[in-house]
C-alpha cells in the first residue's frame, strides 16, 4: 500500500532554490558570531539553517593557504575579529601618574567606554547649576578589587540561552519525518543534509575557548589612576597599574585547538566547504522534489532563520560587556553630568587628586595642570590663568578651596579678560562643589 503526498495532485512547484543559499544570511552570520558567548551554544548547531552559502564564504576566509583562498576569496582575519571580539579601537587614555598617552586603546577599553556611555547618571536627574554650554559627564570606576588572570576564562552566557535552540531542531526533525511520511526521500534527505553541516559547522567553530590576554606590568609601577577621553565625556579608572592596564591593553583571544594545526584552520576551510556543497546540491535539487516535500524544507528555513533573527537581535557587544563586567566583579561607575567643559575639567582634577599620595616624592608626577591642558588646550592668556588658578587650588592643602580671581592674575588683563576668567574661575568652582558631592572622592 503506497501512501499519496498531500499535494501530489497539485500541478506547480515552489521555485525557491535560487534563493535559499542567501535567504537569512546576515542573520546566520551574526547567530554564528555568538557562538563561542553562550554555554554550551556548539552543541545546539543541528538544525536546516538558512544562509549556506554566506556563510561559507565569510568564514571560509578564516582557513589560511592558498587552497583556501581560491575557494574563499578575502582577506584573512583572526578569529578574534572573525567574531567581533577584537577591532574595536577605545578611546585616548591618559595615566596621571604613570605618564601614560595612548591615543588609542583596545577592545576592552572600548566595552568599558560603552558600559559607562549606557550607565545613567548615580543620583537622580536634578537641575545642573552653573553655565549650561556643552555639556558632558564623568564616570568614575573604581578597579582596585579586579582580578583578571592572563589566560583566565571569559565568562559565558547561562546554558538556558542555547536551549532555545530546541525550537529549531525539533521544526527540522519534524519536517524530515512528515518527509519521510509521505515518502519523499528526497526532501528528507536535503533536510538531514542541511542539519549535519550547519551542525558540524556549528560545533568546529564553537570549540574555541575564549580567554583574556593581559599585559603584565612592573610591580614597581606607579599607580594606574586615569581617564579617557571623549567628546564631551570624562571616563576615570582608578586602580593599580595592572587592573587598570588589563582594561586599556588586555583583550579577547580564542584558542581553537580543534581548529587545525599551524593557525591555517584547516578543518573551518572543510567545513565552509561542506556548507558550500550543501548551498549546491539543494540548488539543484529542492525543485526535483515534491511540492509536499519543498513546503516541509522551506518550513525548517523558516523557523530556522526565526531562531538565528533572535540571536542576532542579541547584541553581540552588549553581551560582551556584560561578559567583561562579570569577569571585573561588576564595579559600580558613579557618573555626574556636569554642564560645561571647564567645570567637566576641575571636576576630573580633583577625583584623580584624591587617589595622589602626597606624602611620596613620587607624588609629584601628578601633574594638573598638563590635565586640564589635555582636556581644555585653549593657549590664551585668559585660559593660562585660569588653569594656574585652578592648579593652586587642587593642589592646596586648605579645606575651604577659592574660586576668586587674585591680583597677581588680573593685574595684567583688560577689563573683558577680567570679566571673561572670573566667568570661567565661576564655572571651576561649580566643578569642585560637584566633586564634593560624590562620596568616594573626597580625600
Request: with cysteine; charged share 20%.
Amino acid at each position: 500500500m503506497s501512501i499519496n503526498s498531500p499535494l501530489d495532485k497539485v500541478s506547480f512547484t515552489l521555485d525557491i532554490s535560487g534563493v535559499m543559499g542567501f535567504f537569512g544570511g546576515e542573520e546566520a552570520l551574526s547567530a554564528m558570531s555568538t557562538v563561542h558567548l553562550y554555554q554550551g551554544r556548539r552543541w545546539f548547531g543541528w538544525y536546516n539553517s538558512p544562509g549556506s552559502y554566506v556563510v561559507a564564504k565569510k568564514f571560509g576566509q578564516l582557513a589560511k593557504s592558498r587552497f583556501w583562498d581560491g575557494i574563499f576569496p578575502g582577506p584573512n582575519p583572526t578569529p578574534e575579529e572573525m567574531f567581533g571580539l577584537d577591532g574595536k579601537e577605545g578611546p585616548r587614555f591618559i595615566g596621571v601618574f604613570s605618564g601614560t598617552d595612548r591615543a588609542t586603546t583596545g577592545h576592552l577599553a572600548y566595552l568599558t567606554a560603552q558600559k559607562a556611555k549606557e550607565t545613567k547618571e548615580t543620583k537622580e536627574k536634578i537641575h545642573l547649576r552653573g553655565r549650561m554650554t556643552a555639556s558632558g559627564s564623568v564616570s568614575i570606576i573604581d578597579v582596585d578589587d579586579v582580578k583578571l588572570w592572563q589566560g583566565g576564562n571569559v565568562p559565558t552566557m547561562k546554558v538556558y540561552h542555547a536551549l532555545c535552540a530546541a525550537i529549531p531542531i525539533i521544526s527540522s526533525l519534524a519536517t524530515c519525518l512528515a518527509c519521510a511520511f509521505a515518502r519523499d526521500w528526497l526532501a528528507f534527505g536535503l533536510v538531514i543534509l542541511g542539519m549535519v553541516s550547519n551542525g558540524l559547522s556549528c560545533f568546529v567553530i564553537g570549540s574555541g575557548k575564549l580567554r583574556f590576554q593581559l599585559i603584565e606590568p612592573s610591580s614597581y609601577a606607579p599607580r594606574g589612576d586615569g581617564f579617557f577621553m571623549m567628546h564631551n565625556d570624562i571616563i576615570i579608572l582608578k586602580g593599580a597599574e595592572r587592573e587598570v592596564a588589563s582594561i586599556t591593553k588586555g583583550k579577547f583571544v580564542l584558542e581553537q585547538p580543534e581548529m587545525g594545526d599551524n593557525d591555517k584552520f584547516n578543518i573551518v576551510g572543510i567545513c565552509s566547504l561542506i556548507l558550500l556543497s550543501q548551498f549546491l546540491l539543494q540548488l539543484l535539487l529542492v525543485p526535483r522534489a515534491t511540492l509536499f516535500g519543498q513546503v516541509m524544507f522551506l518550513s525548517s528555513l523558516a523557523v530556522s532563520w526565526a531562531y538565528n533573527s533572535f540571536l542576532s537581535s542579541l547584541e553581540n557587544e552588549k553581551i560582551q560587556t556584560d561578559l567583561l563586567w562579570k569577569s571585573l566583579d561588576e564595579p559600580p561607575i558613579t557618573k555626574l553630568a556636569l554642564p560645561n567643559r571647564g567645570s567637566l575639567a576641575v571636576c576630573t582634577c580633583f577625583v584623580l587628586h584624591a587617589g595622589a599620595d602626597m606624602s611620596k616624592k613620587s607624588s609629584k608626577n601628578f601633574r594638573p595642570k598638563k590635565i586640564l591642558e589635555y582636556m581644555i588646550p585653549n593657549d590664551t592668556r585668559v585660559w593660562e590663568a585660569w588653569r594656574e588658578h585652578v592648579v593652586k587650588q587642587v593642589l592646596s592643602r586648605e579645606k575651604t578651596k577659592d574660586f576668586e580671581p587674585c591680583r597677581e592674575l588680573i593685574a595684567d588683563l583688560e577689563d573683558e579678560e577680567k570679566q571673561l576668567l572670573k566667568q570661567l574661575l565661576a564655572d571651576a568652582k561649580d566643578g569642585y562643589e560637584y566633586y564634593q558631592g560624590l562620596d568616594i572622592c573626597i580625600p
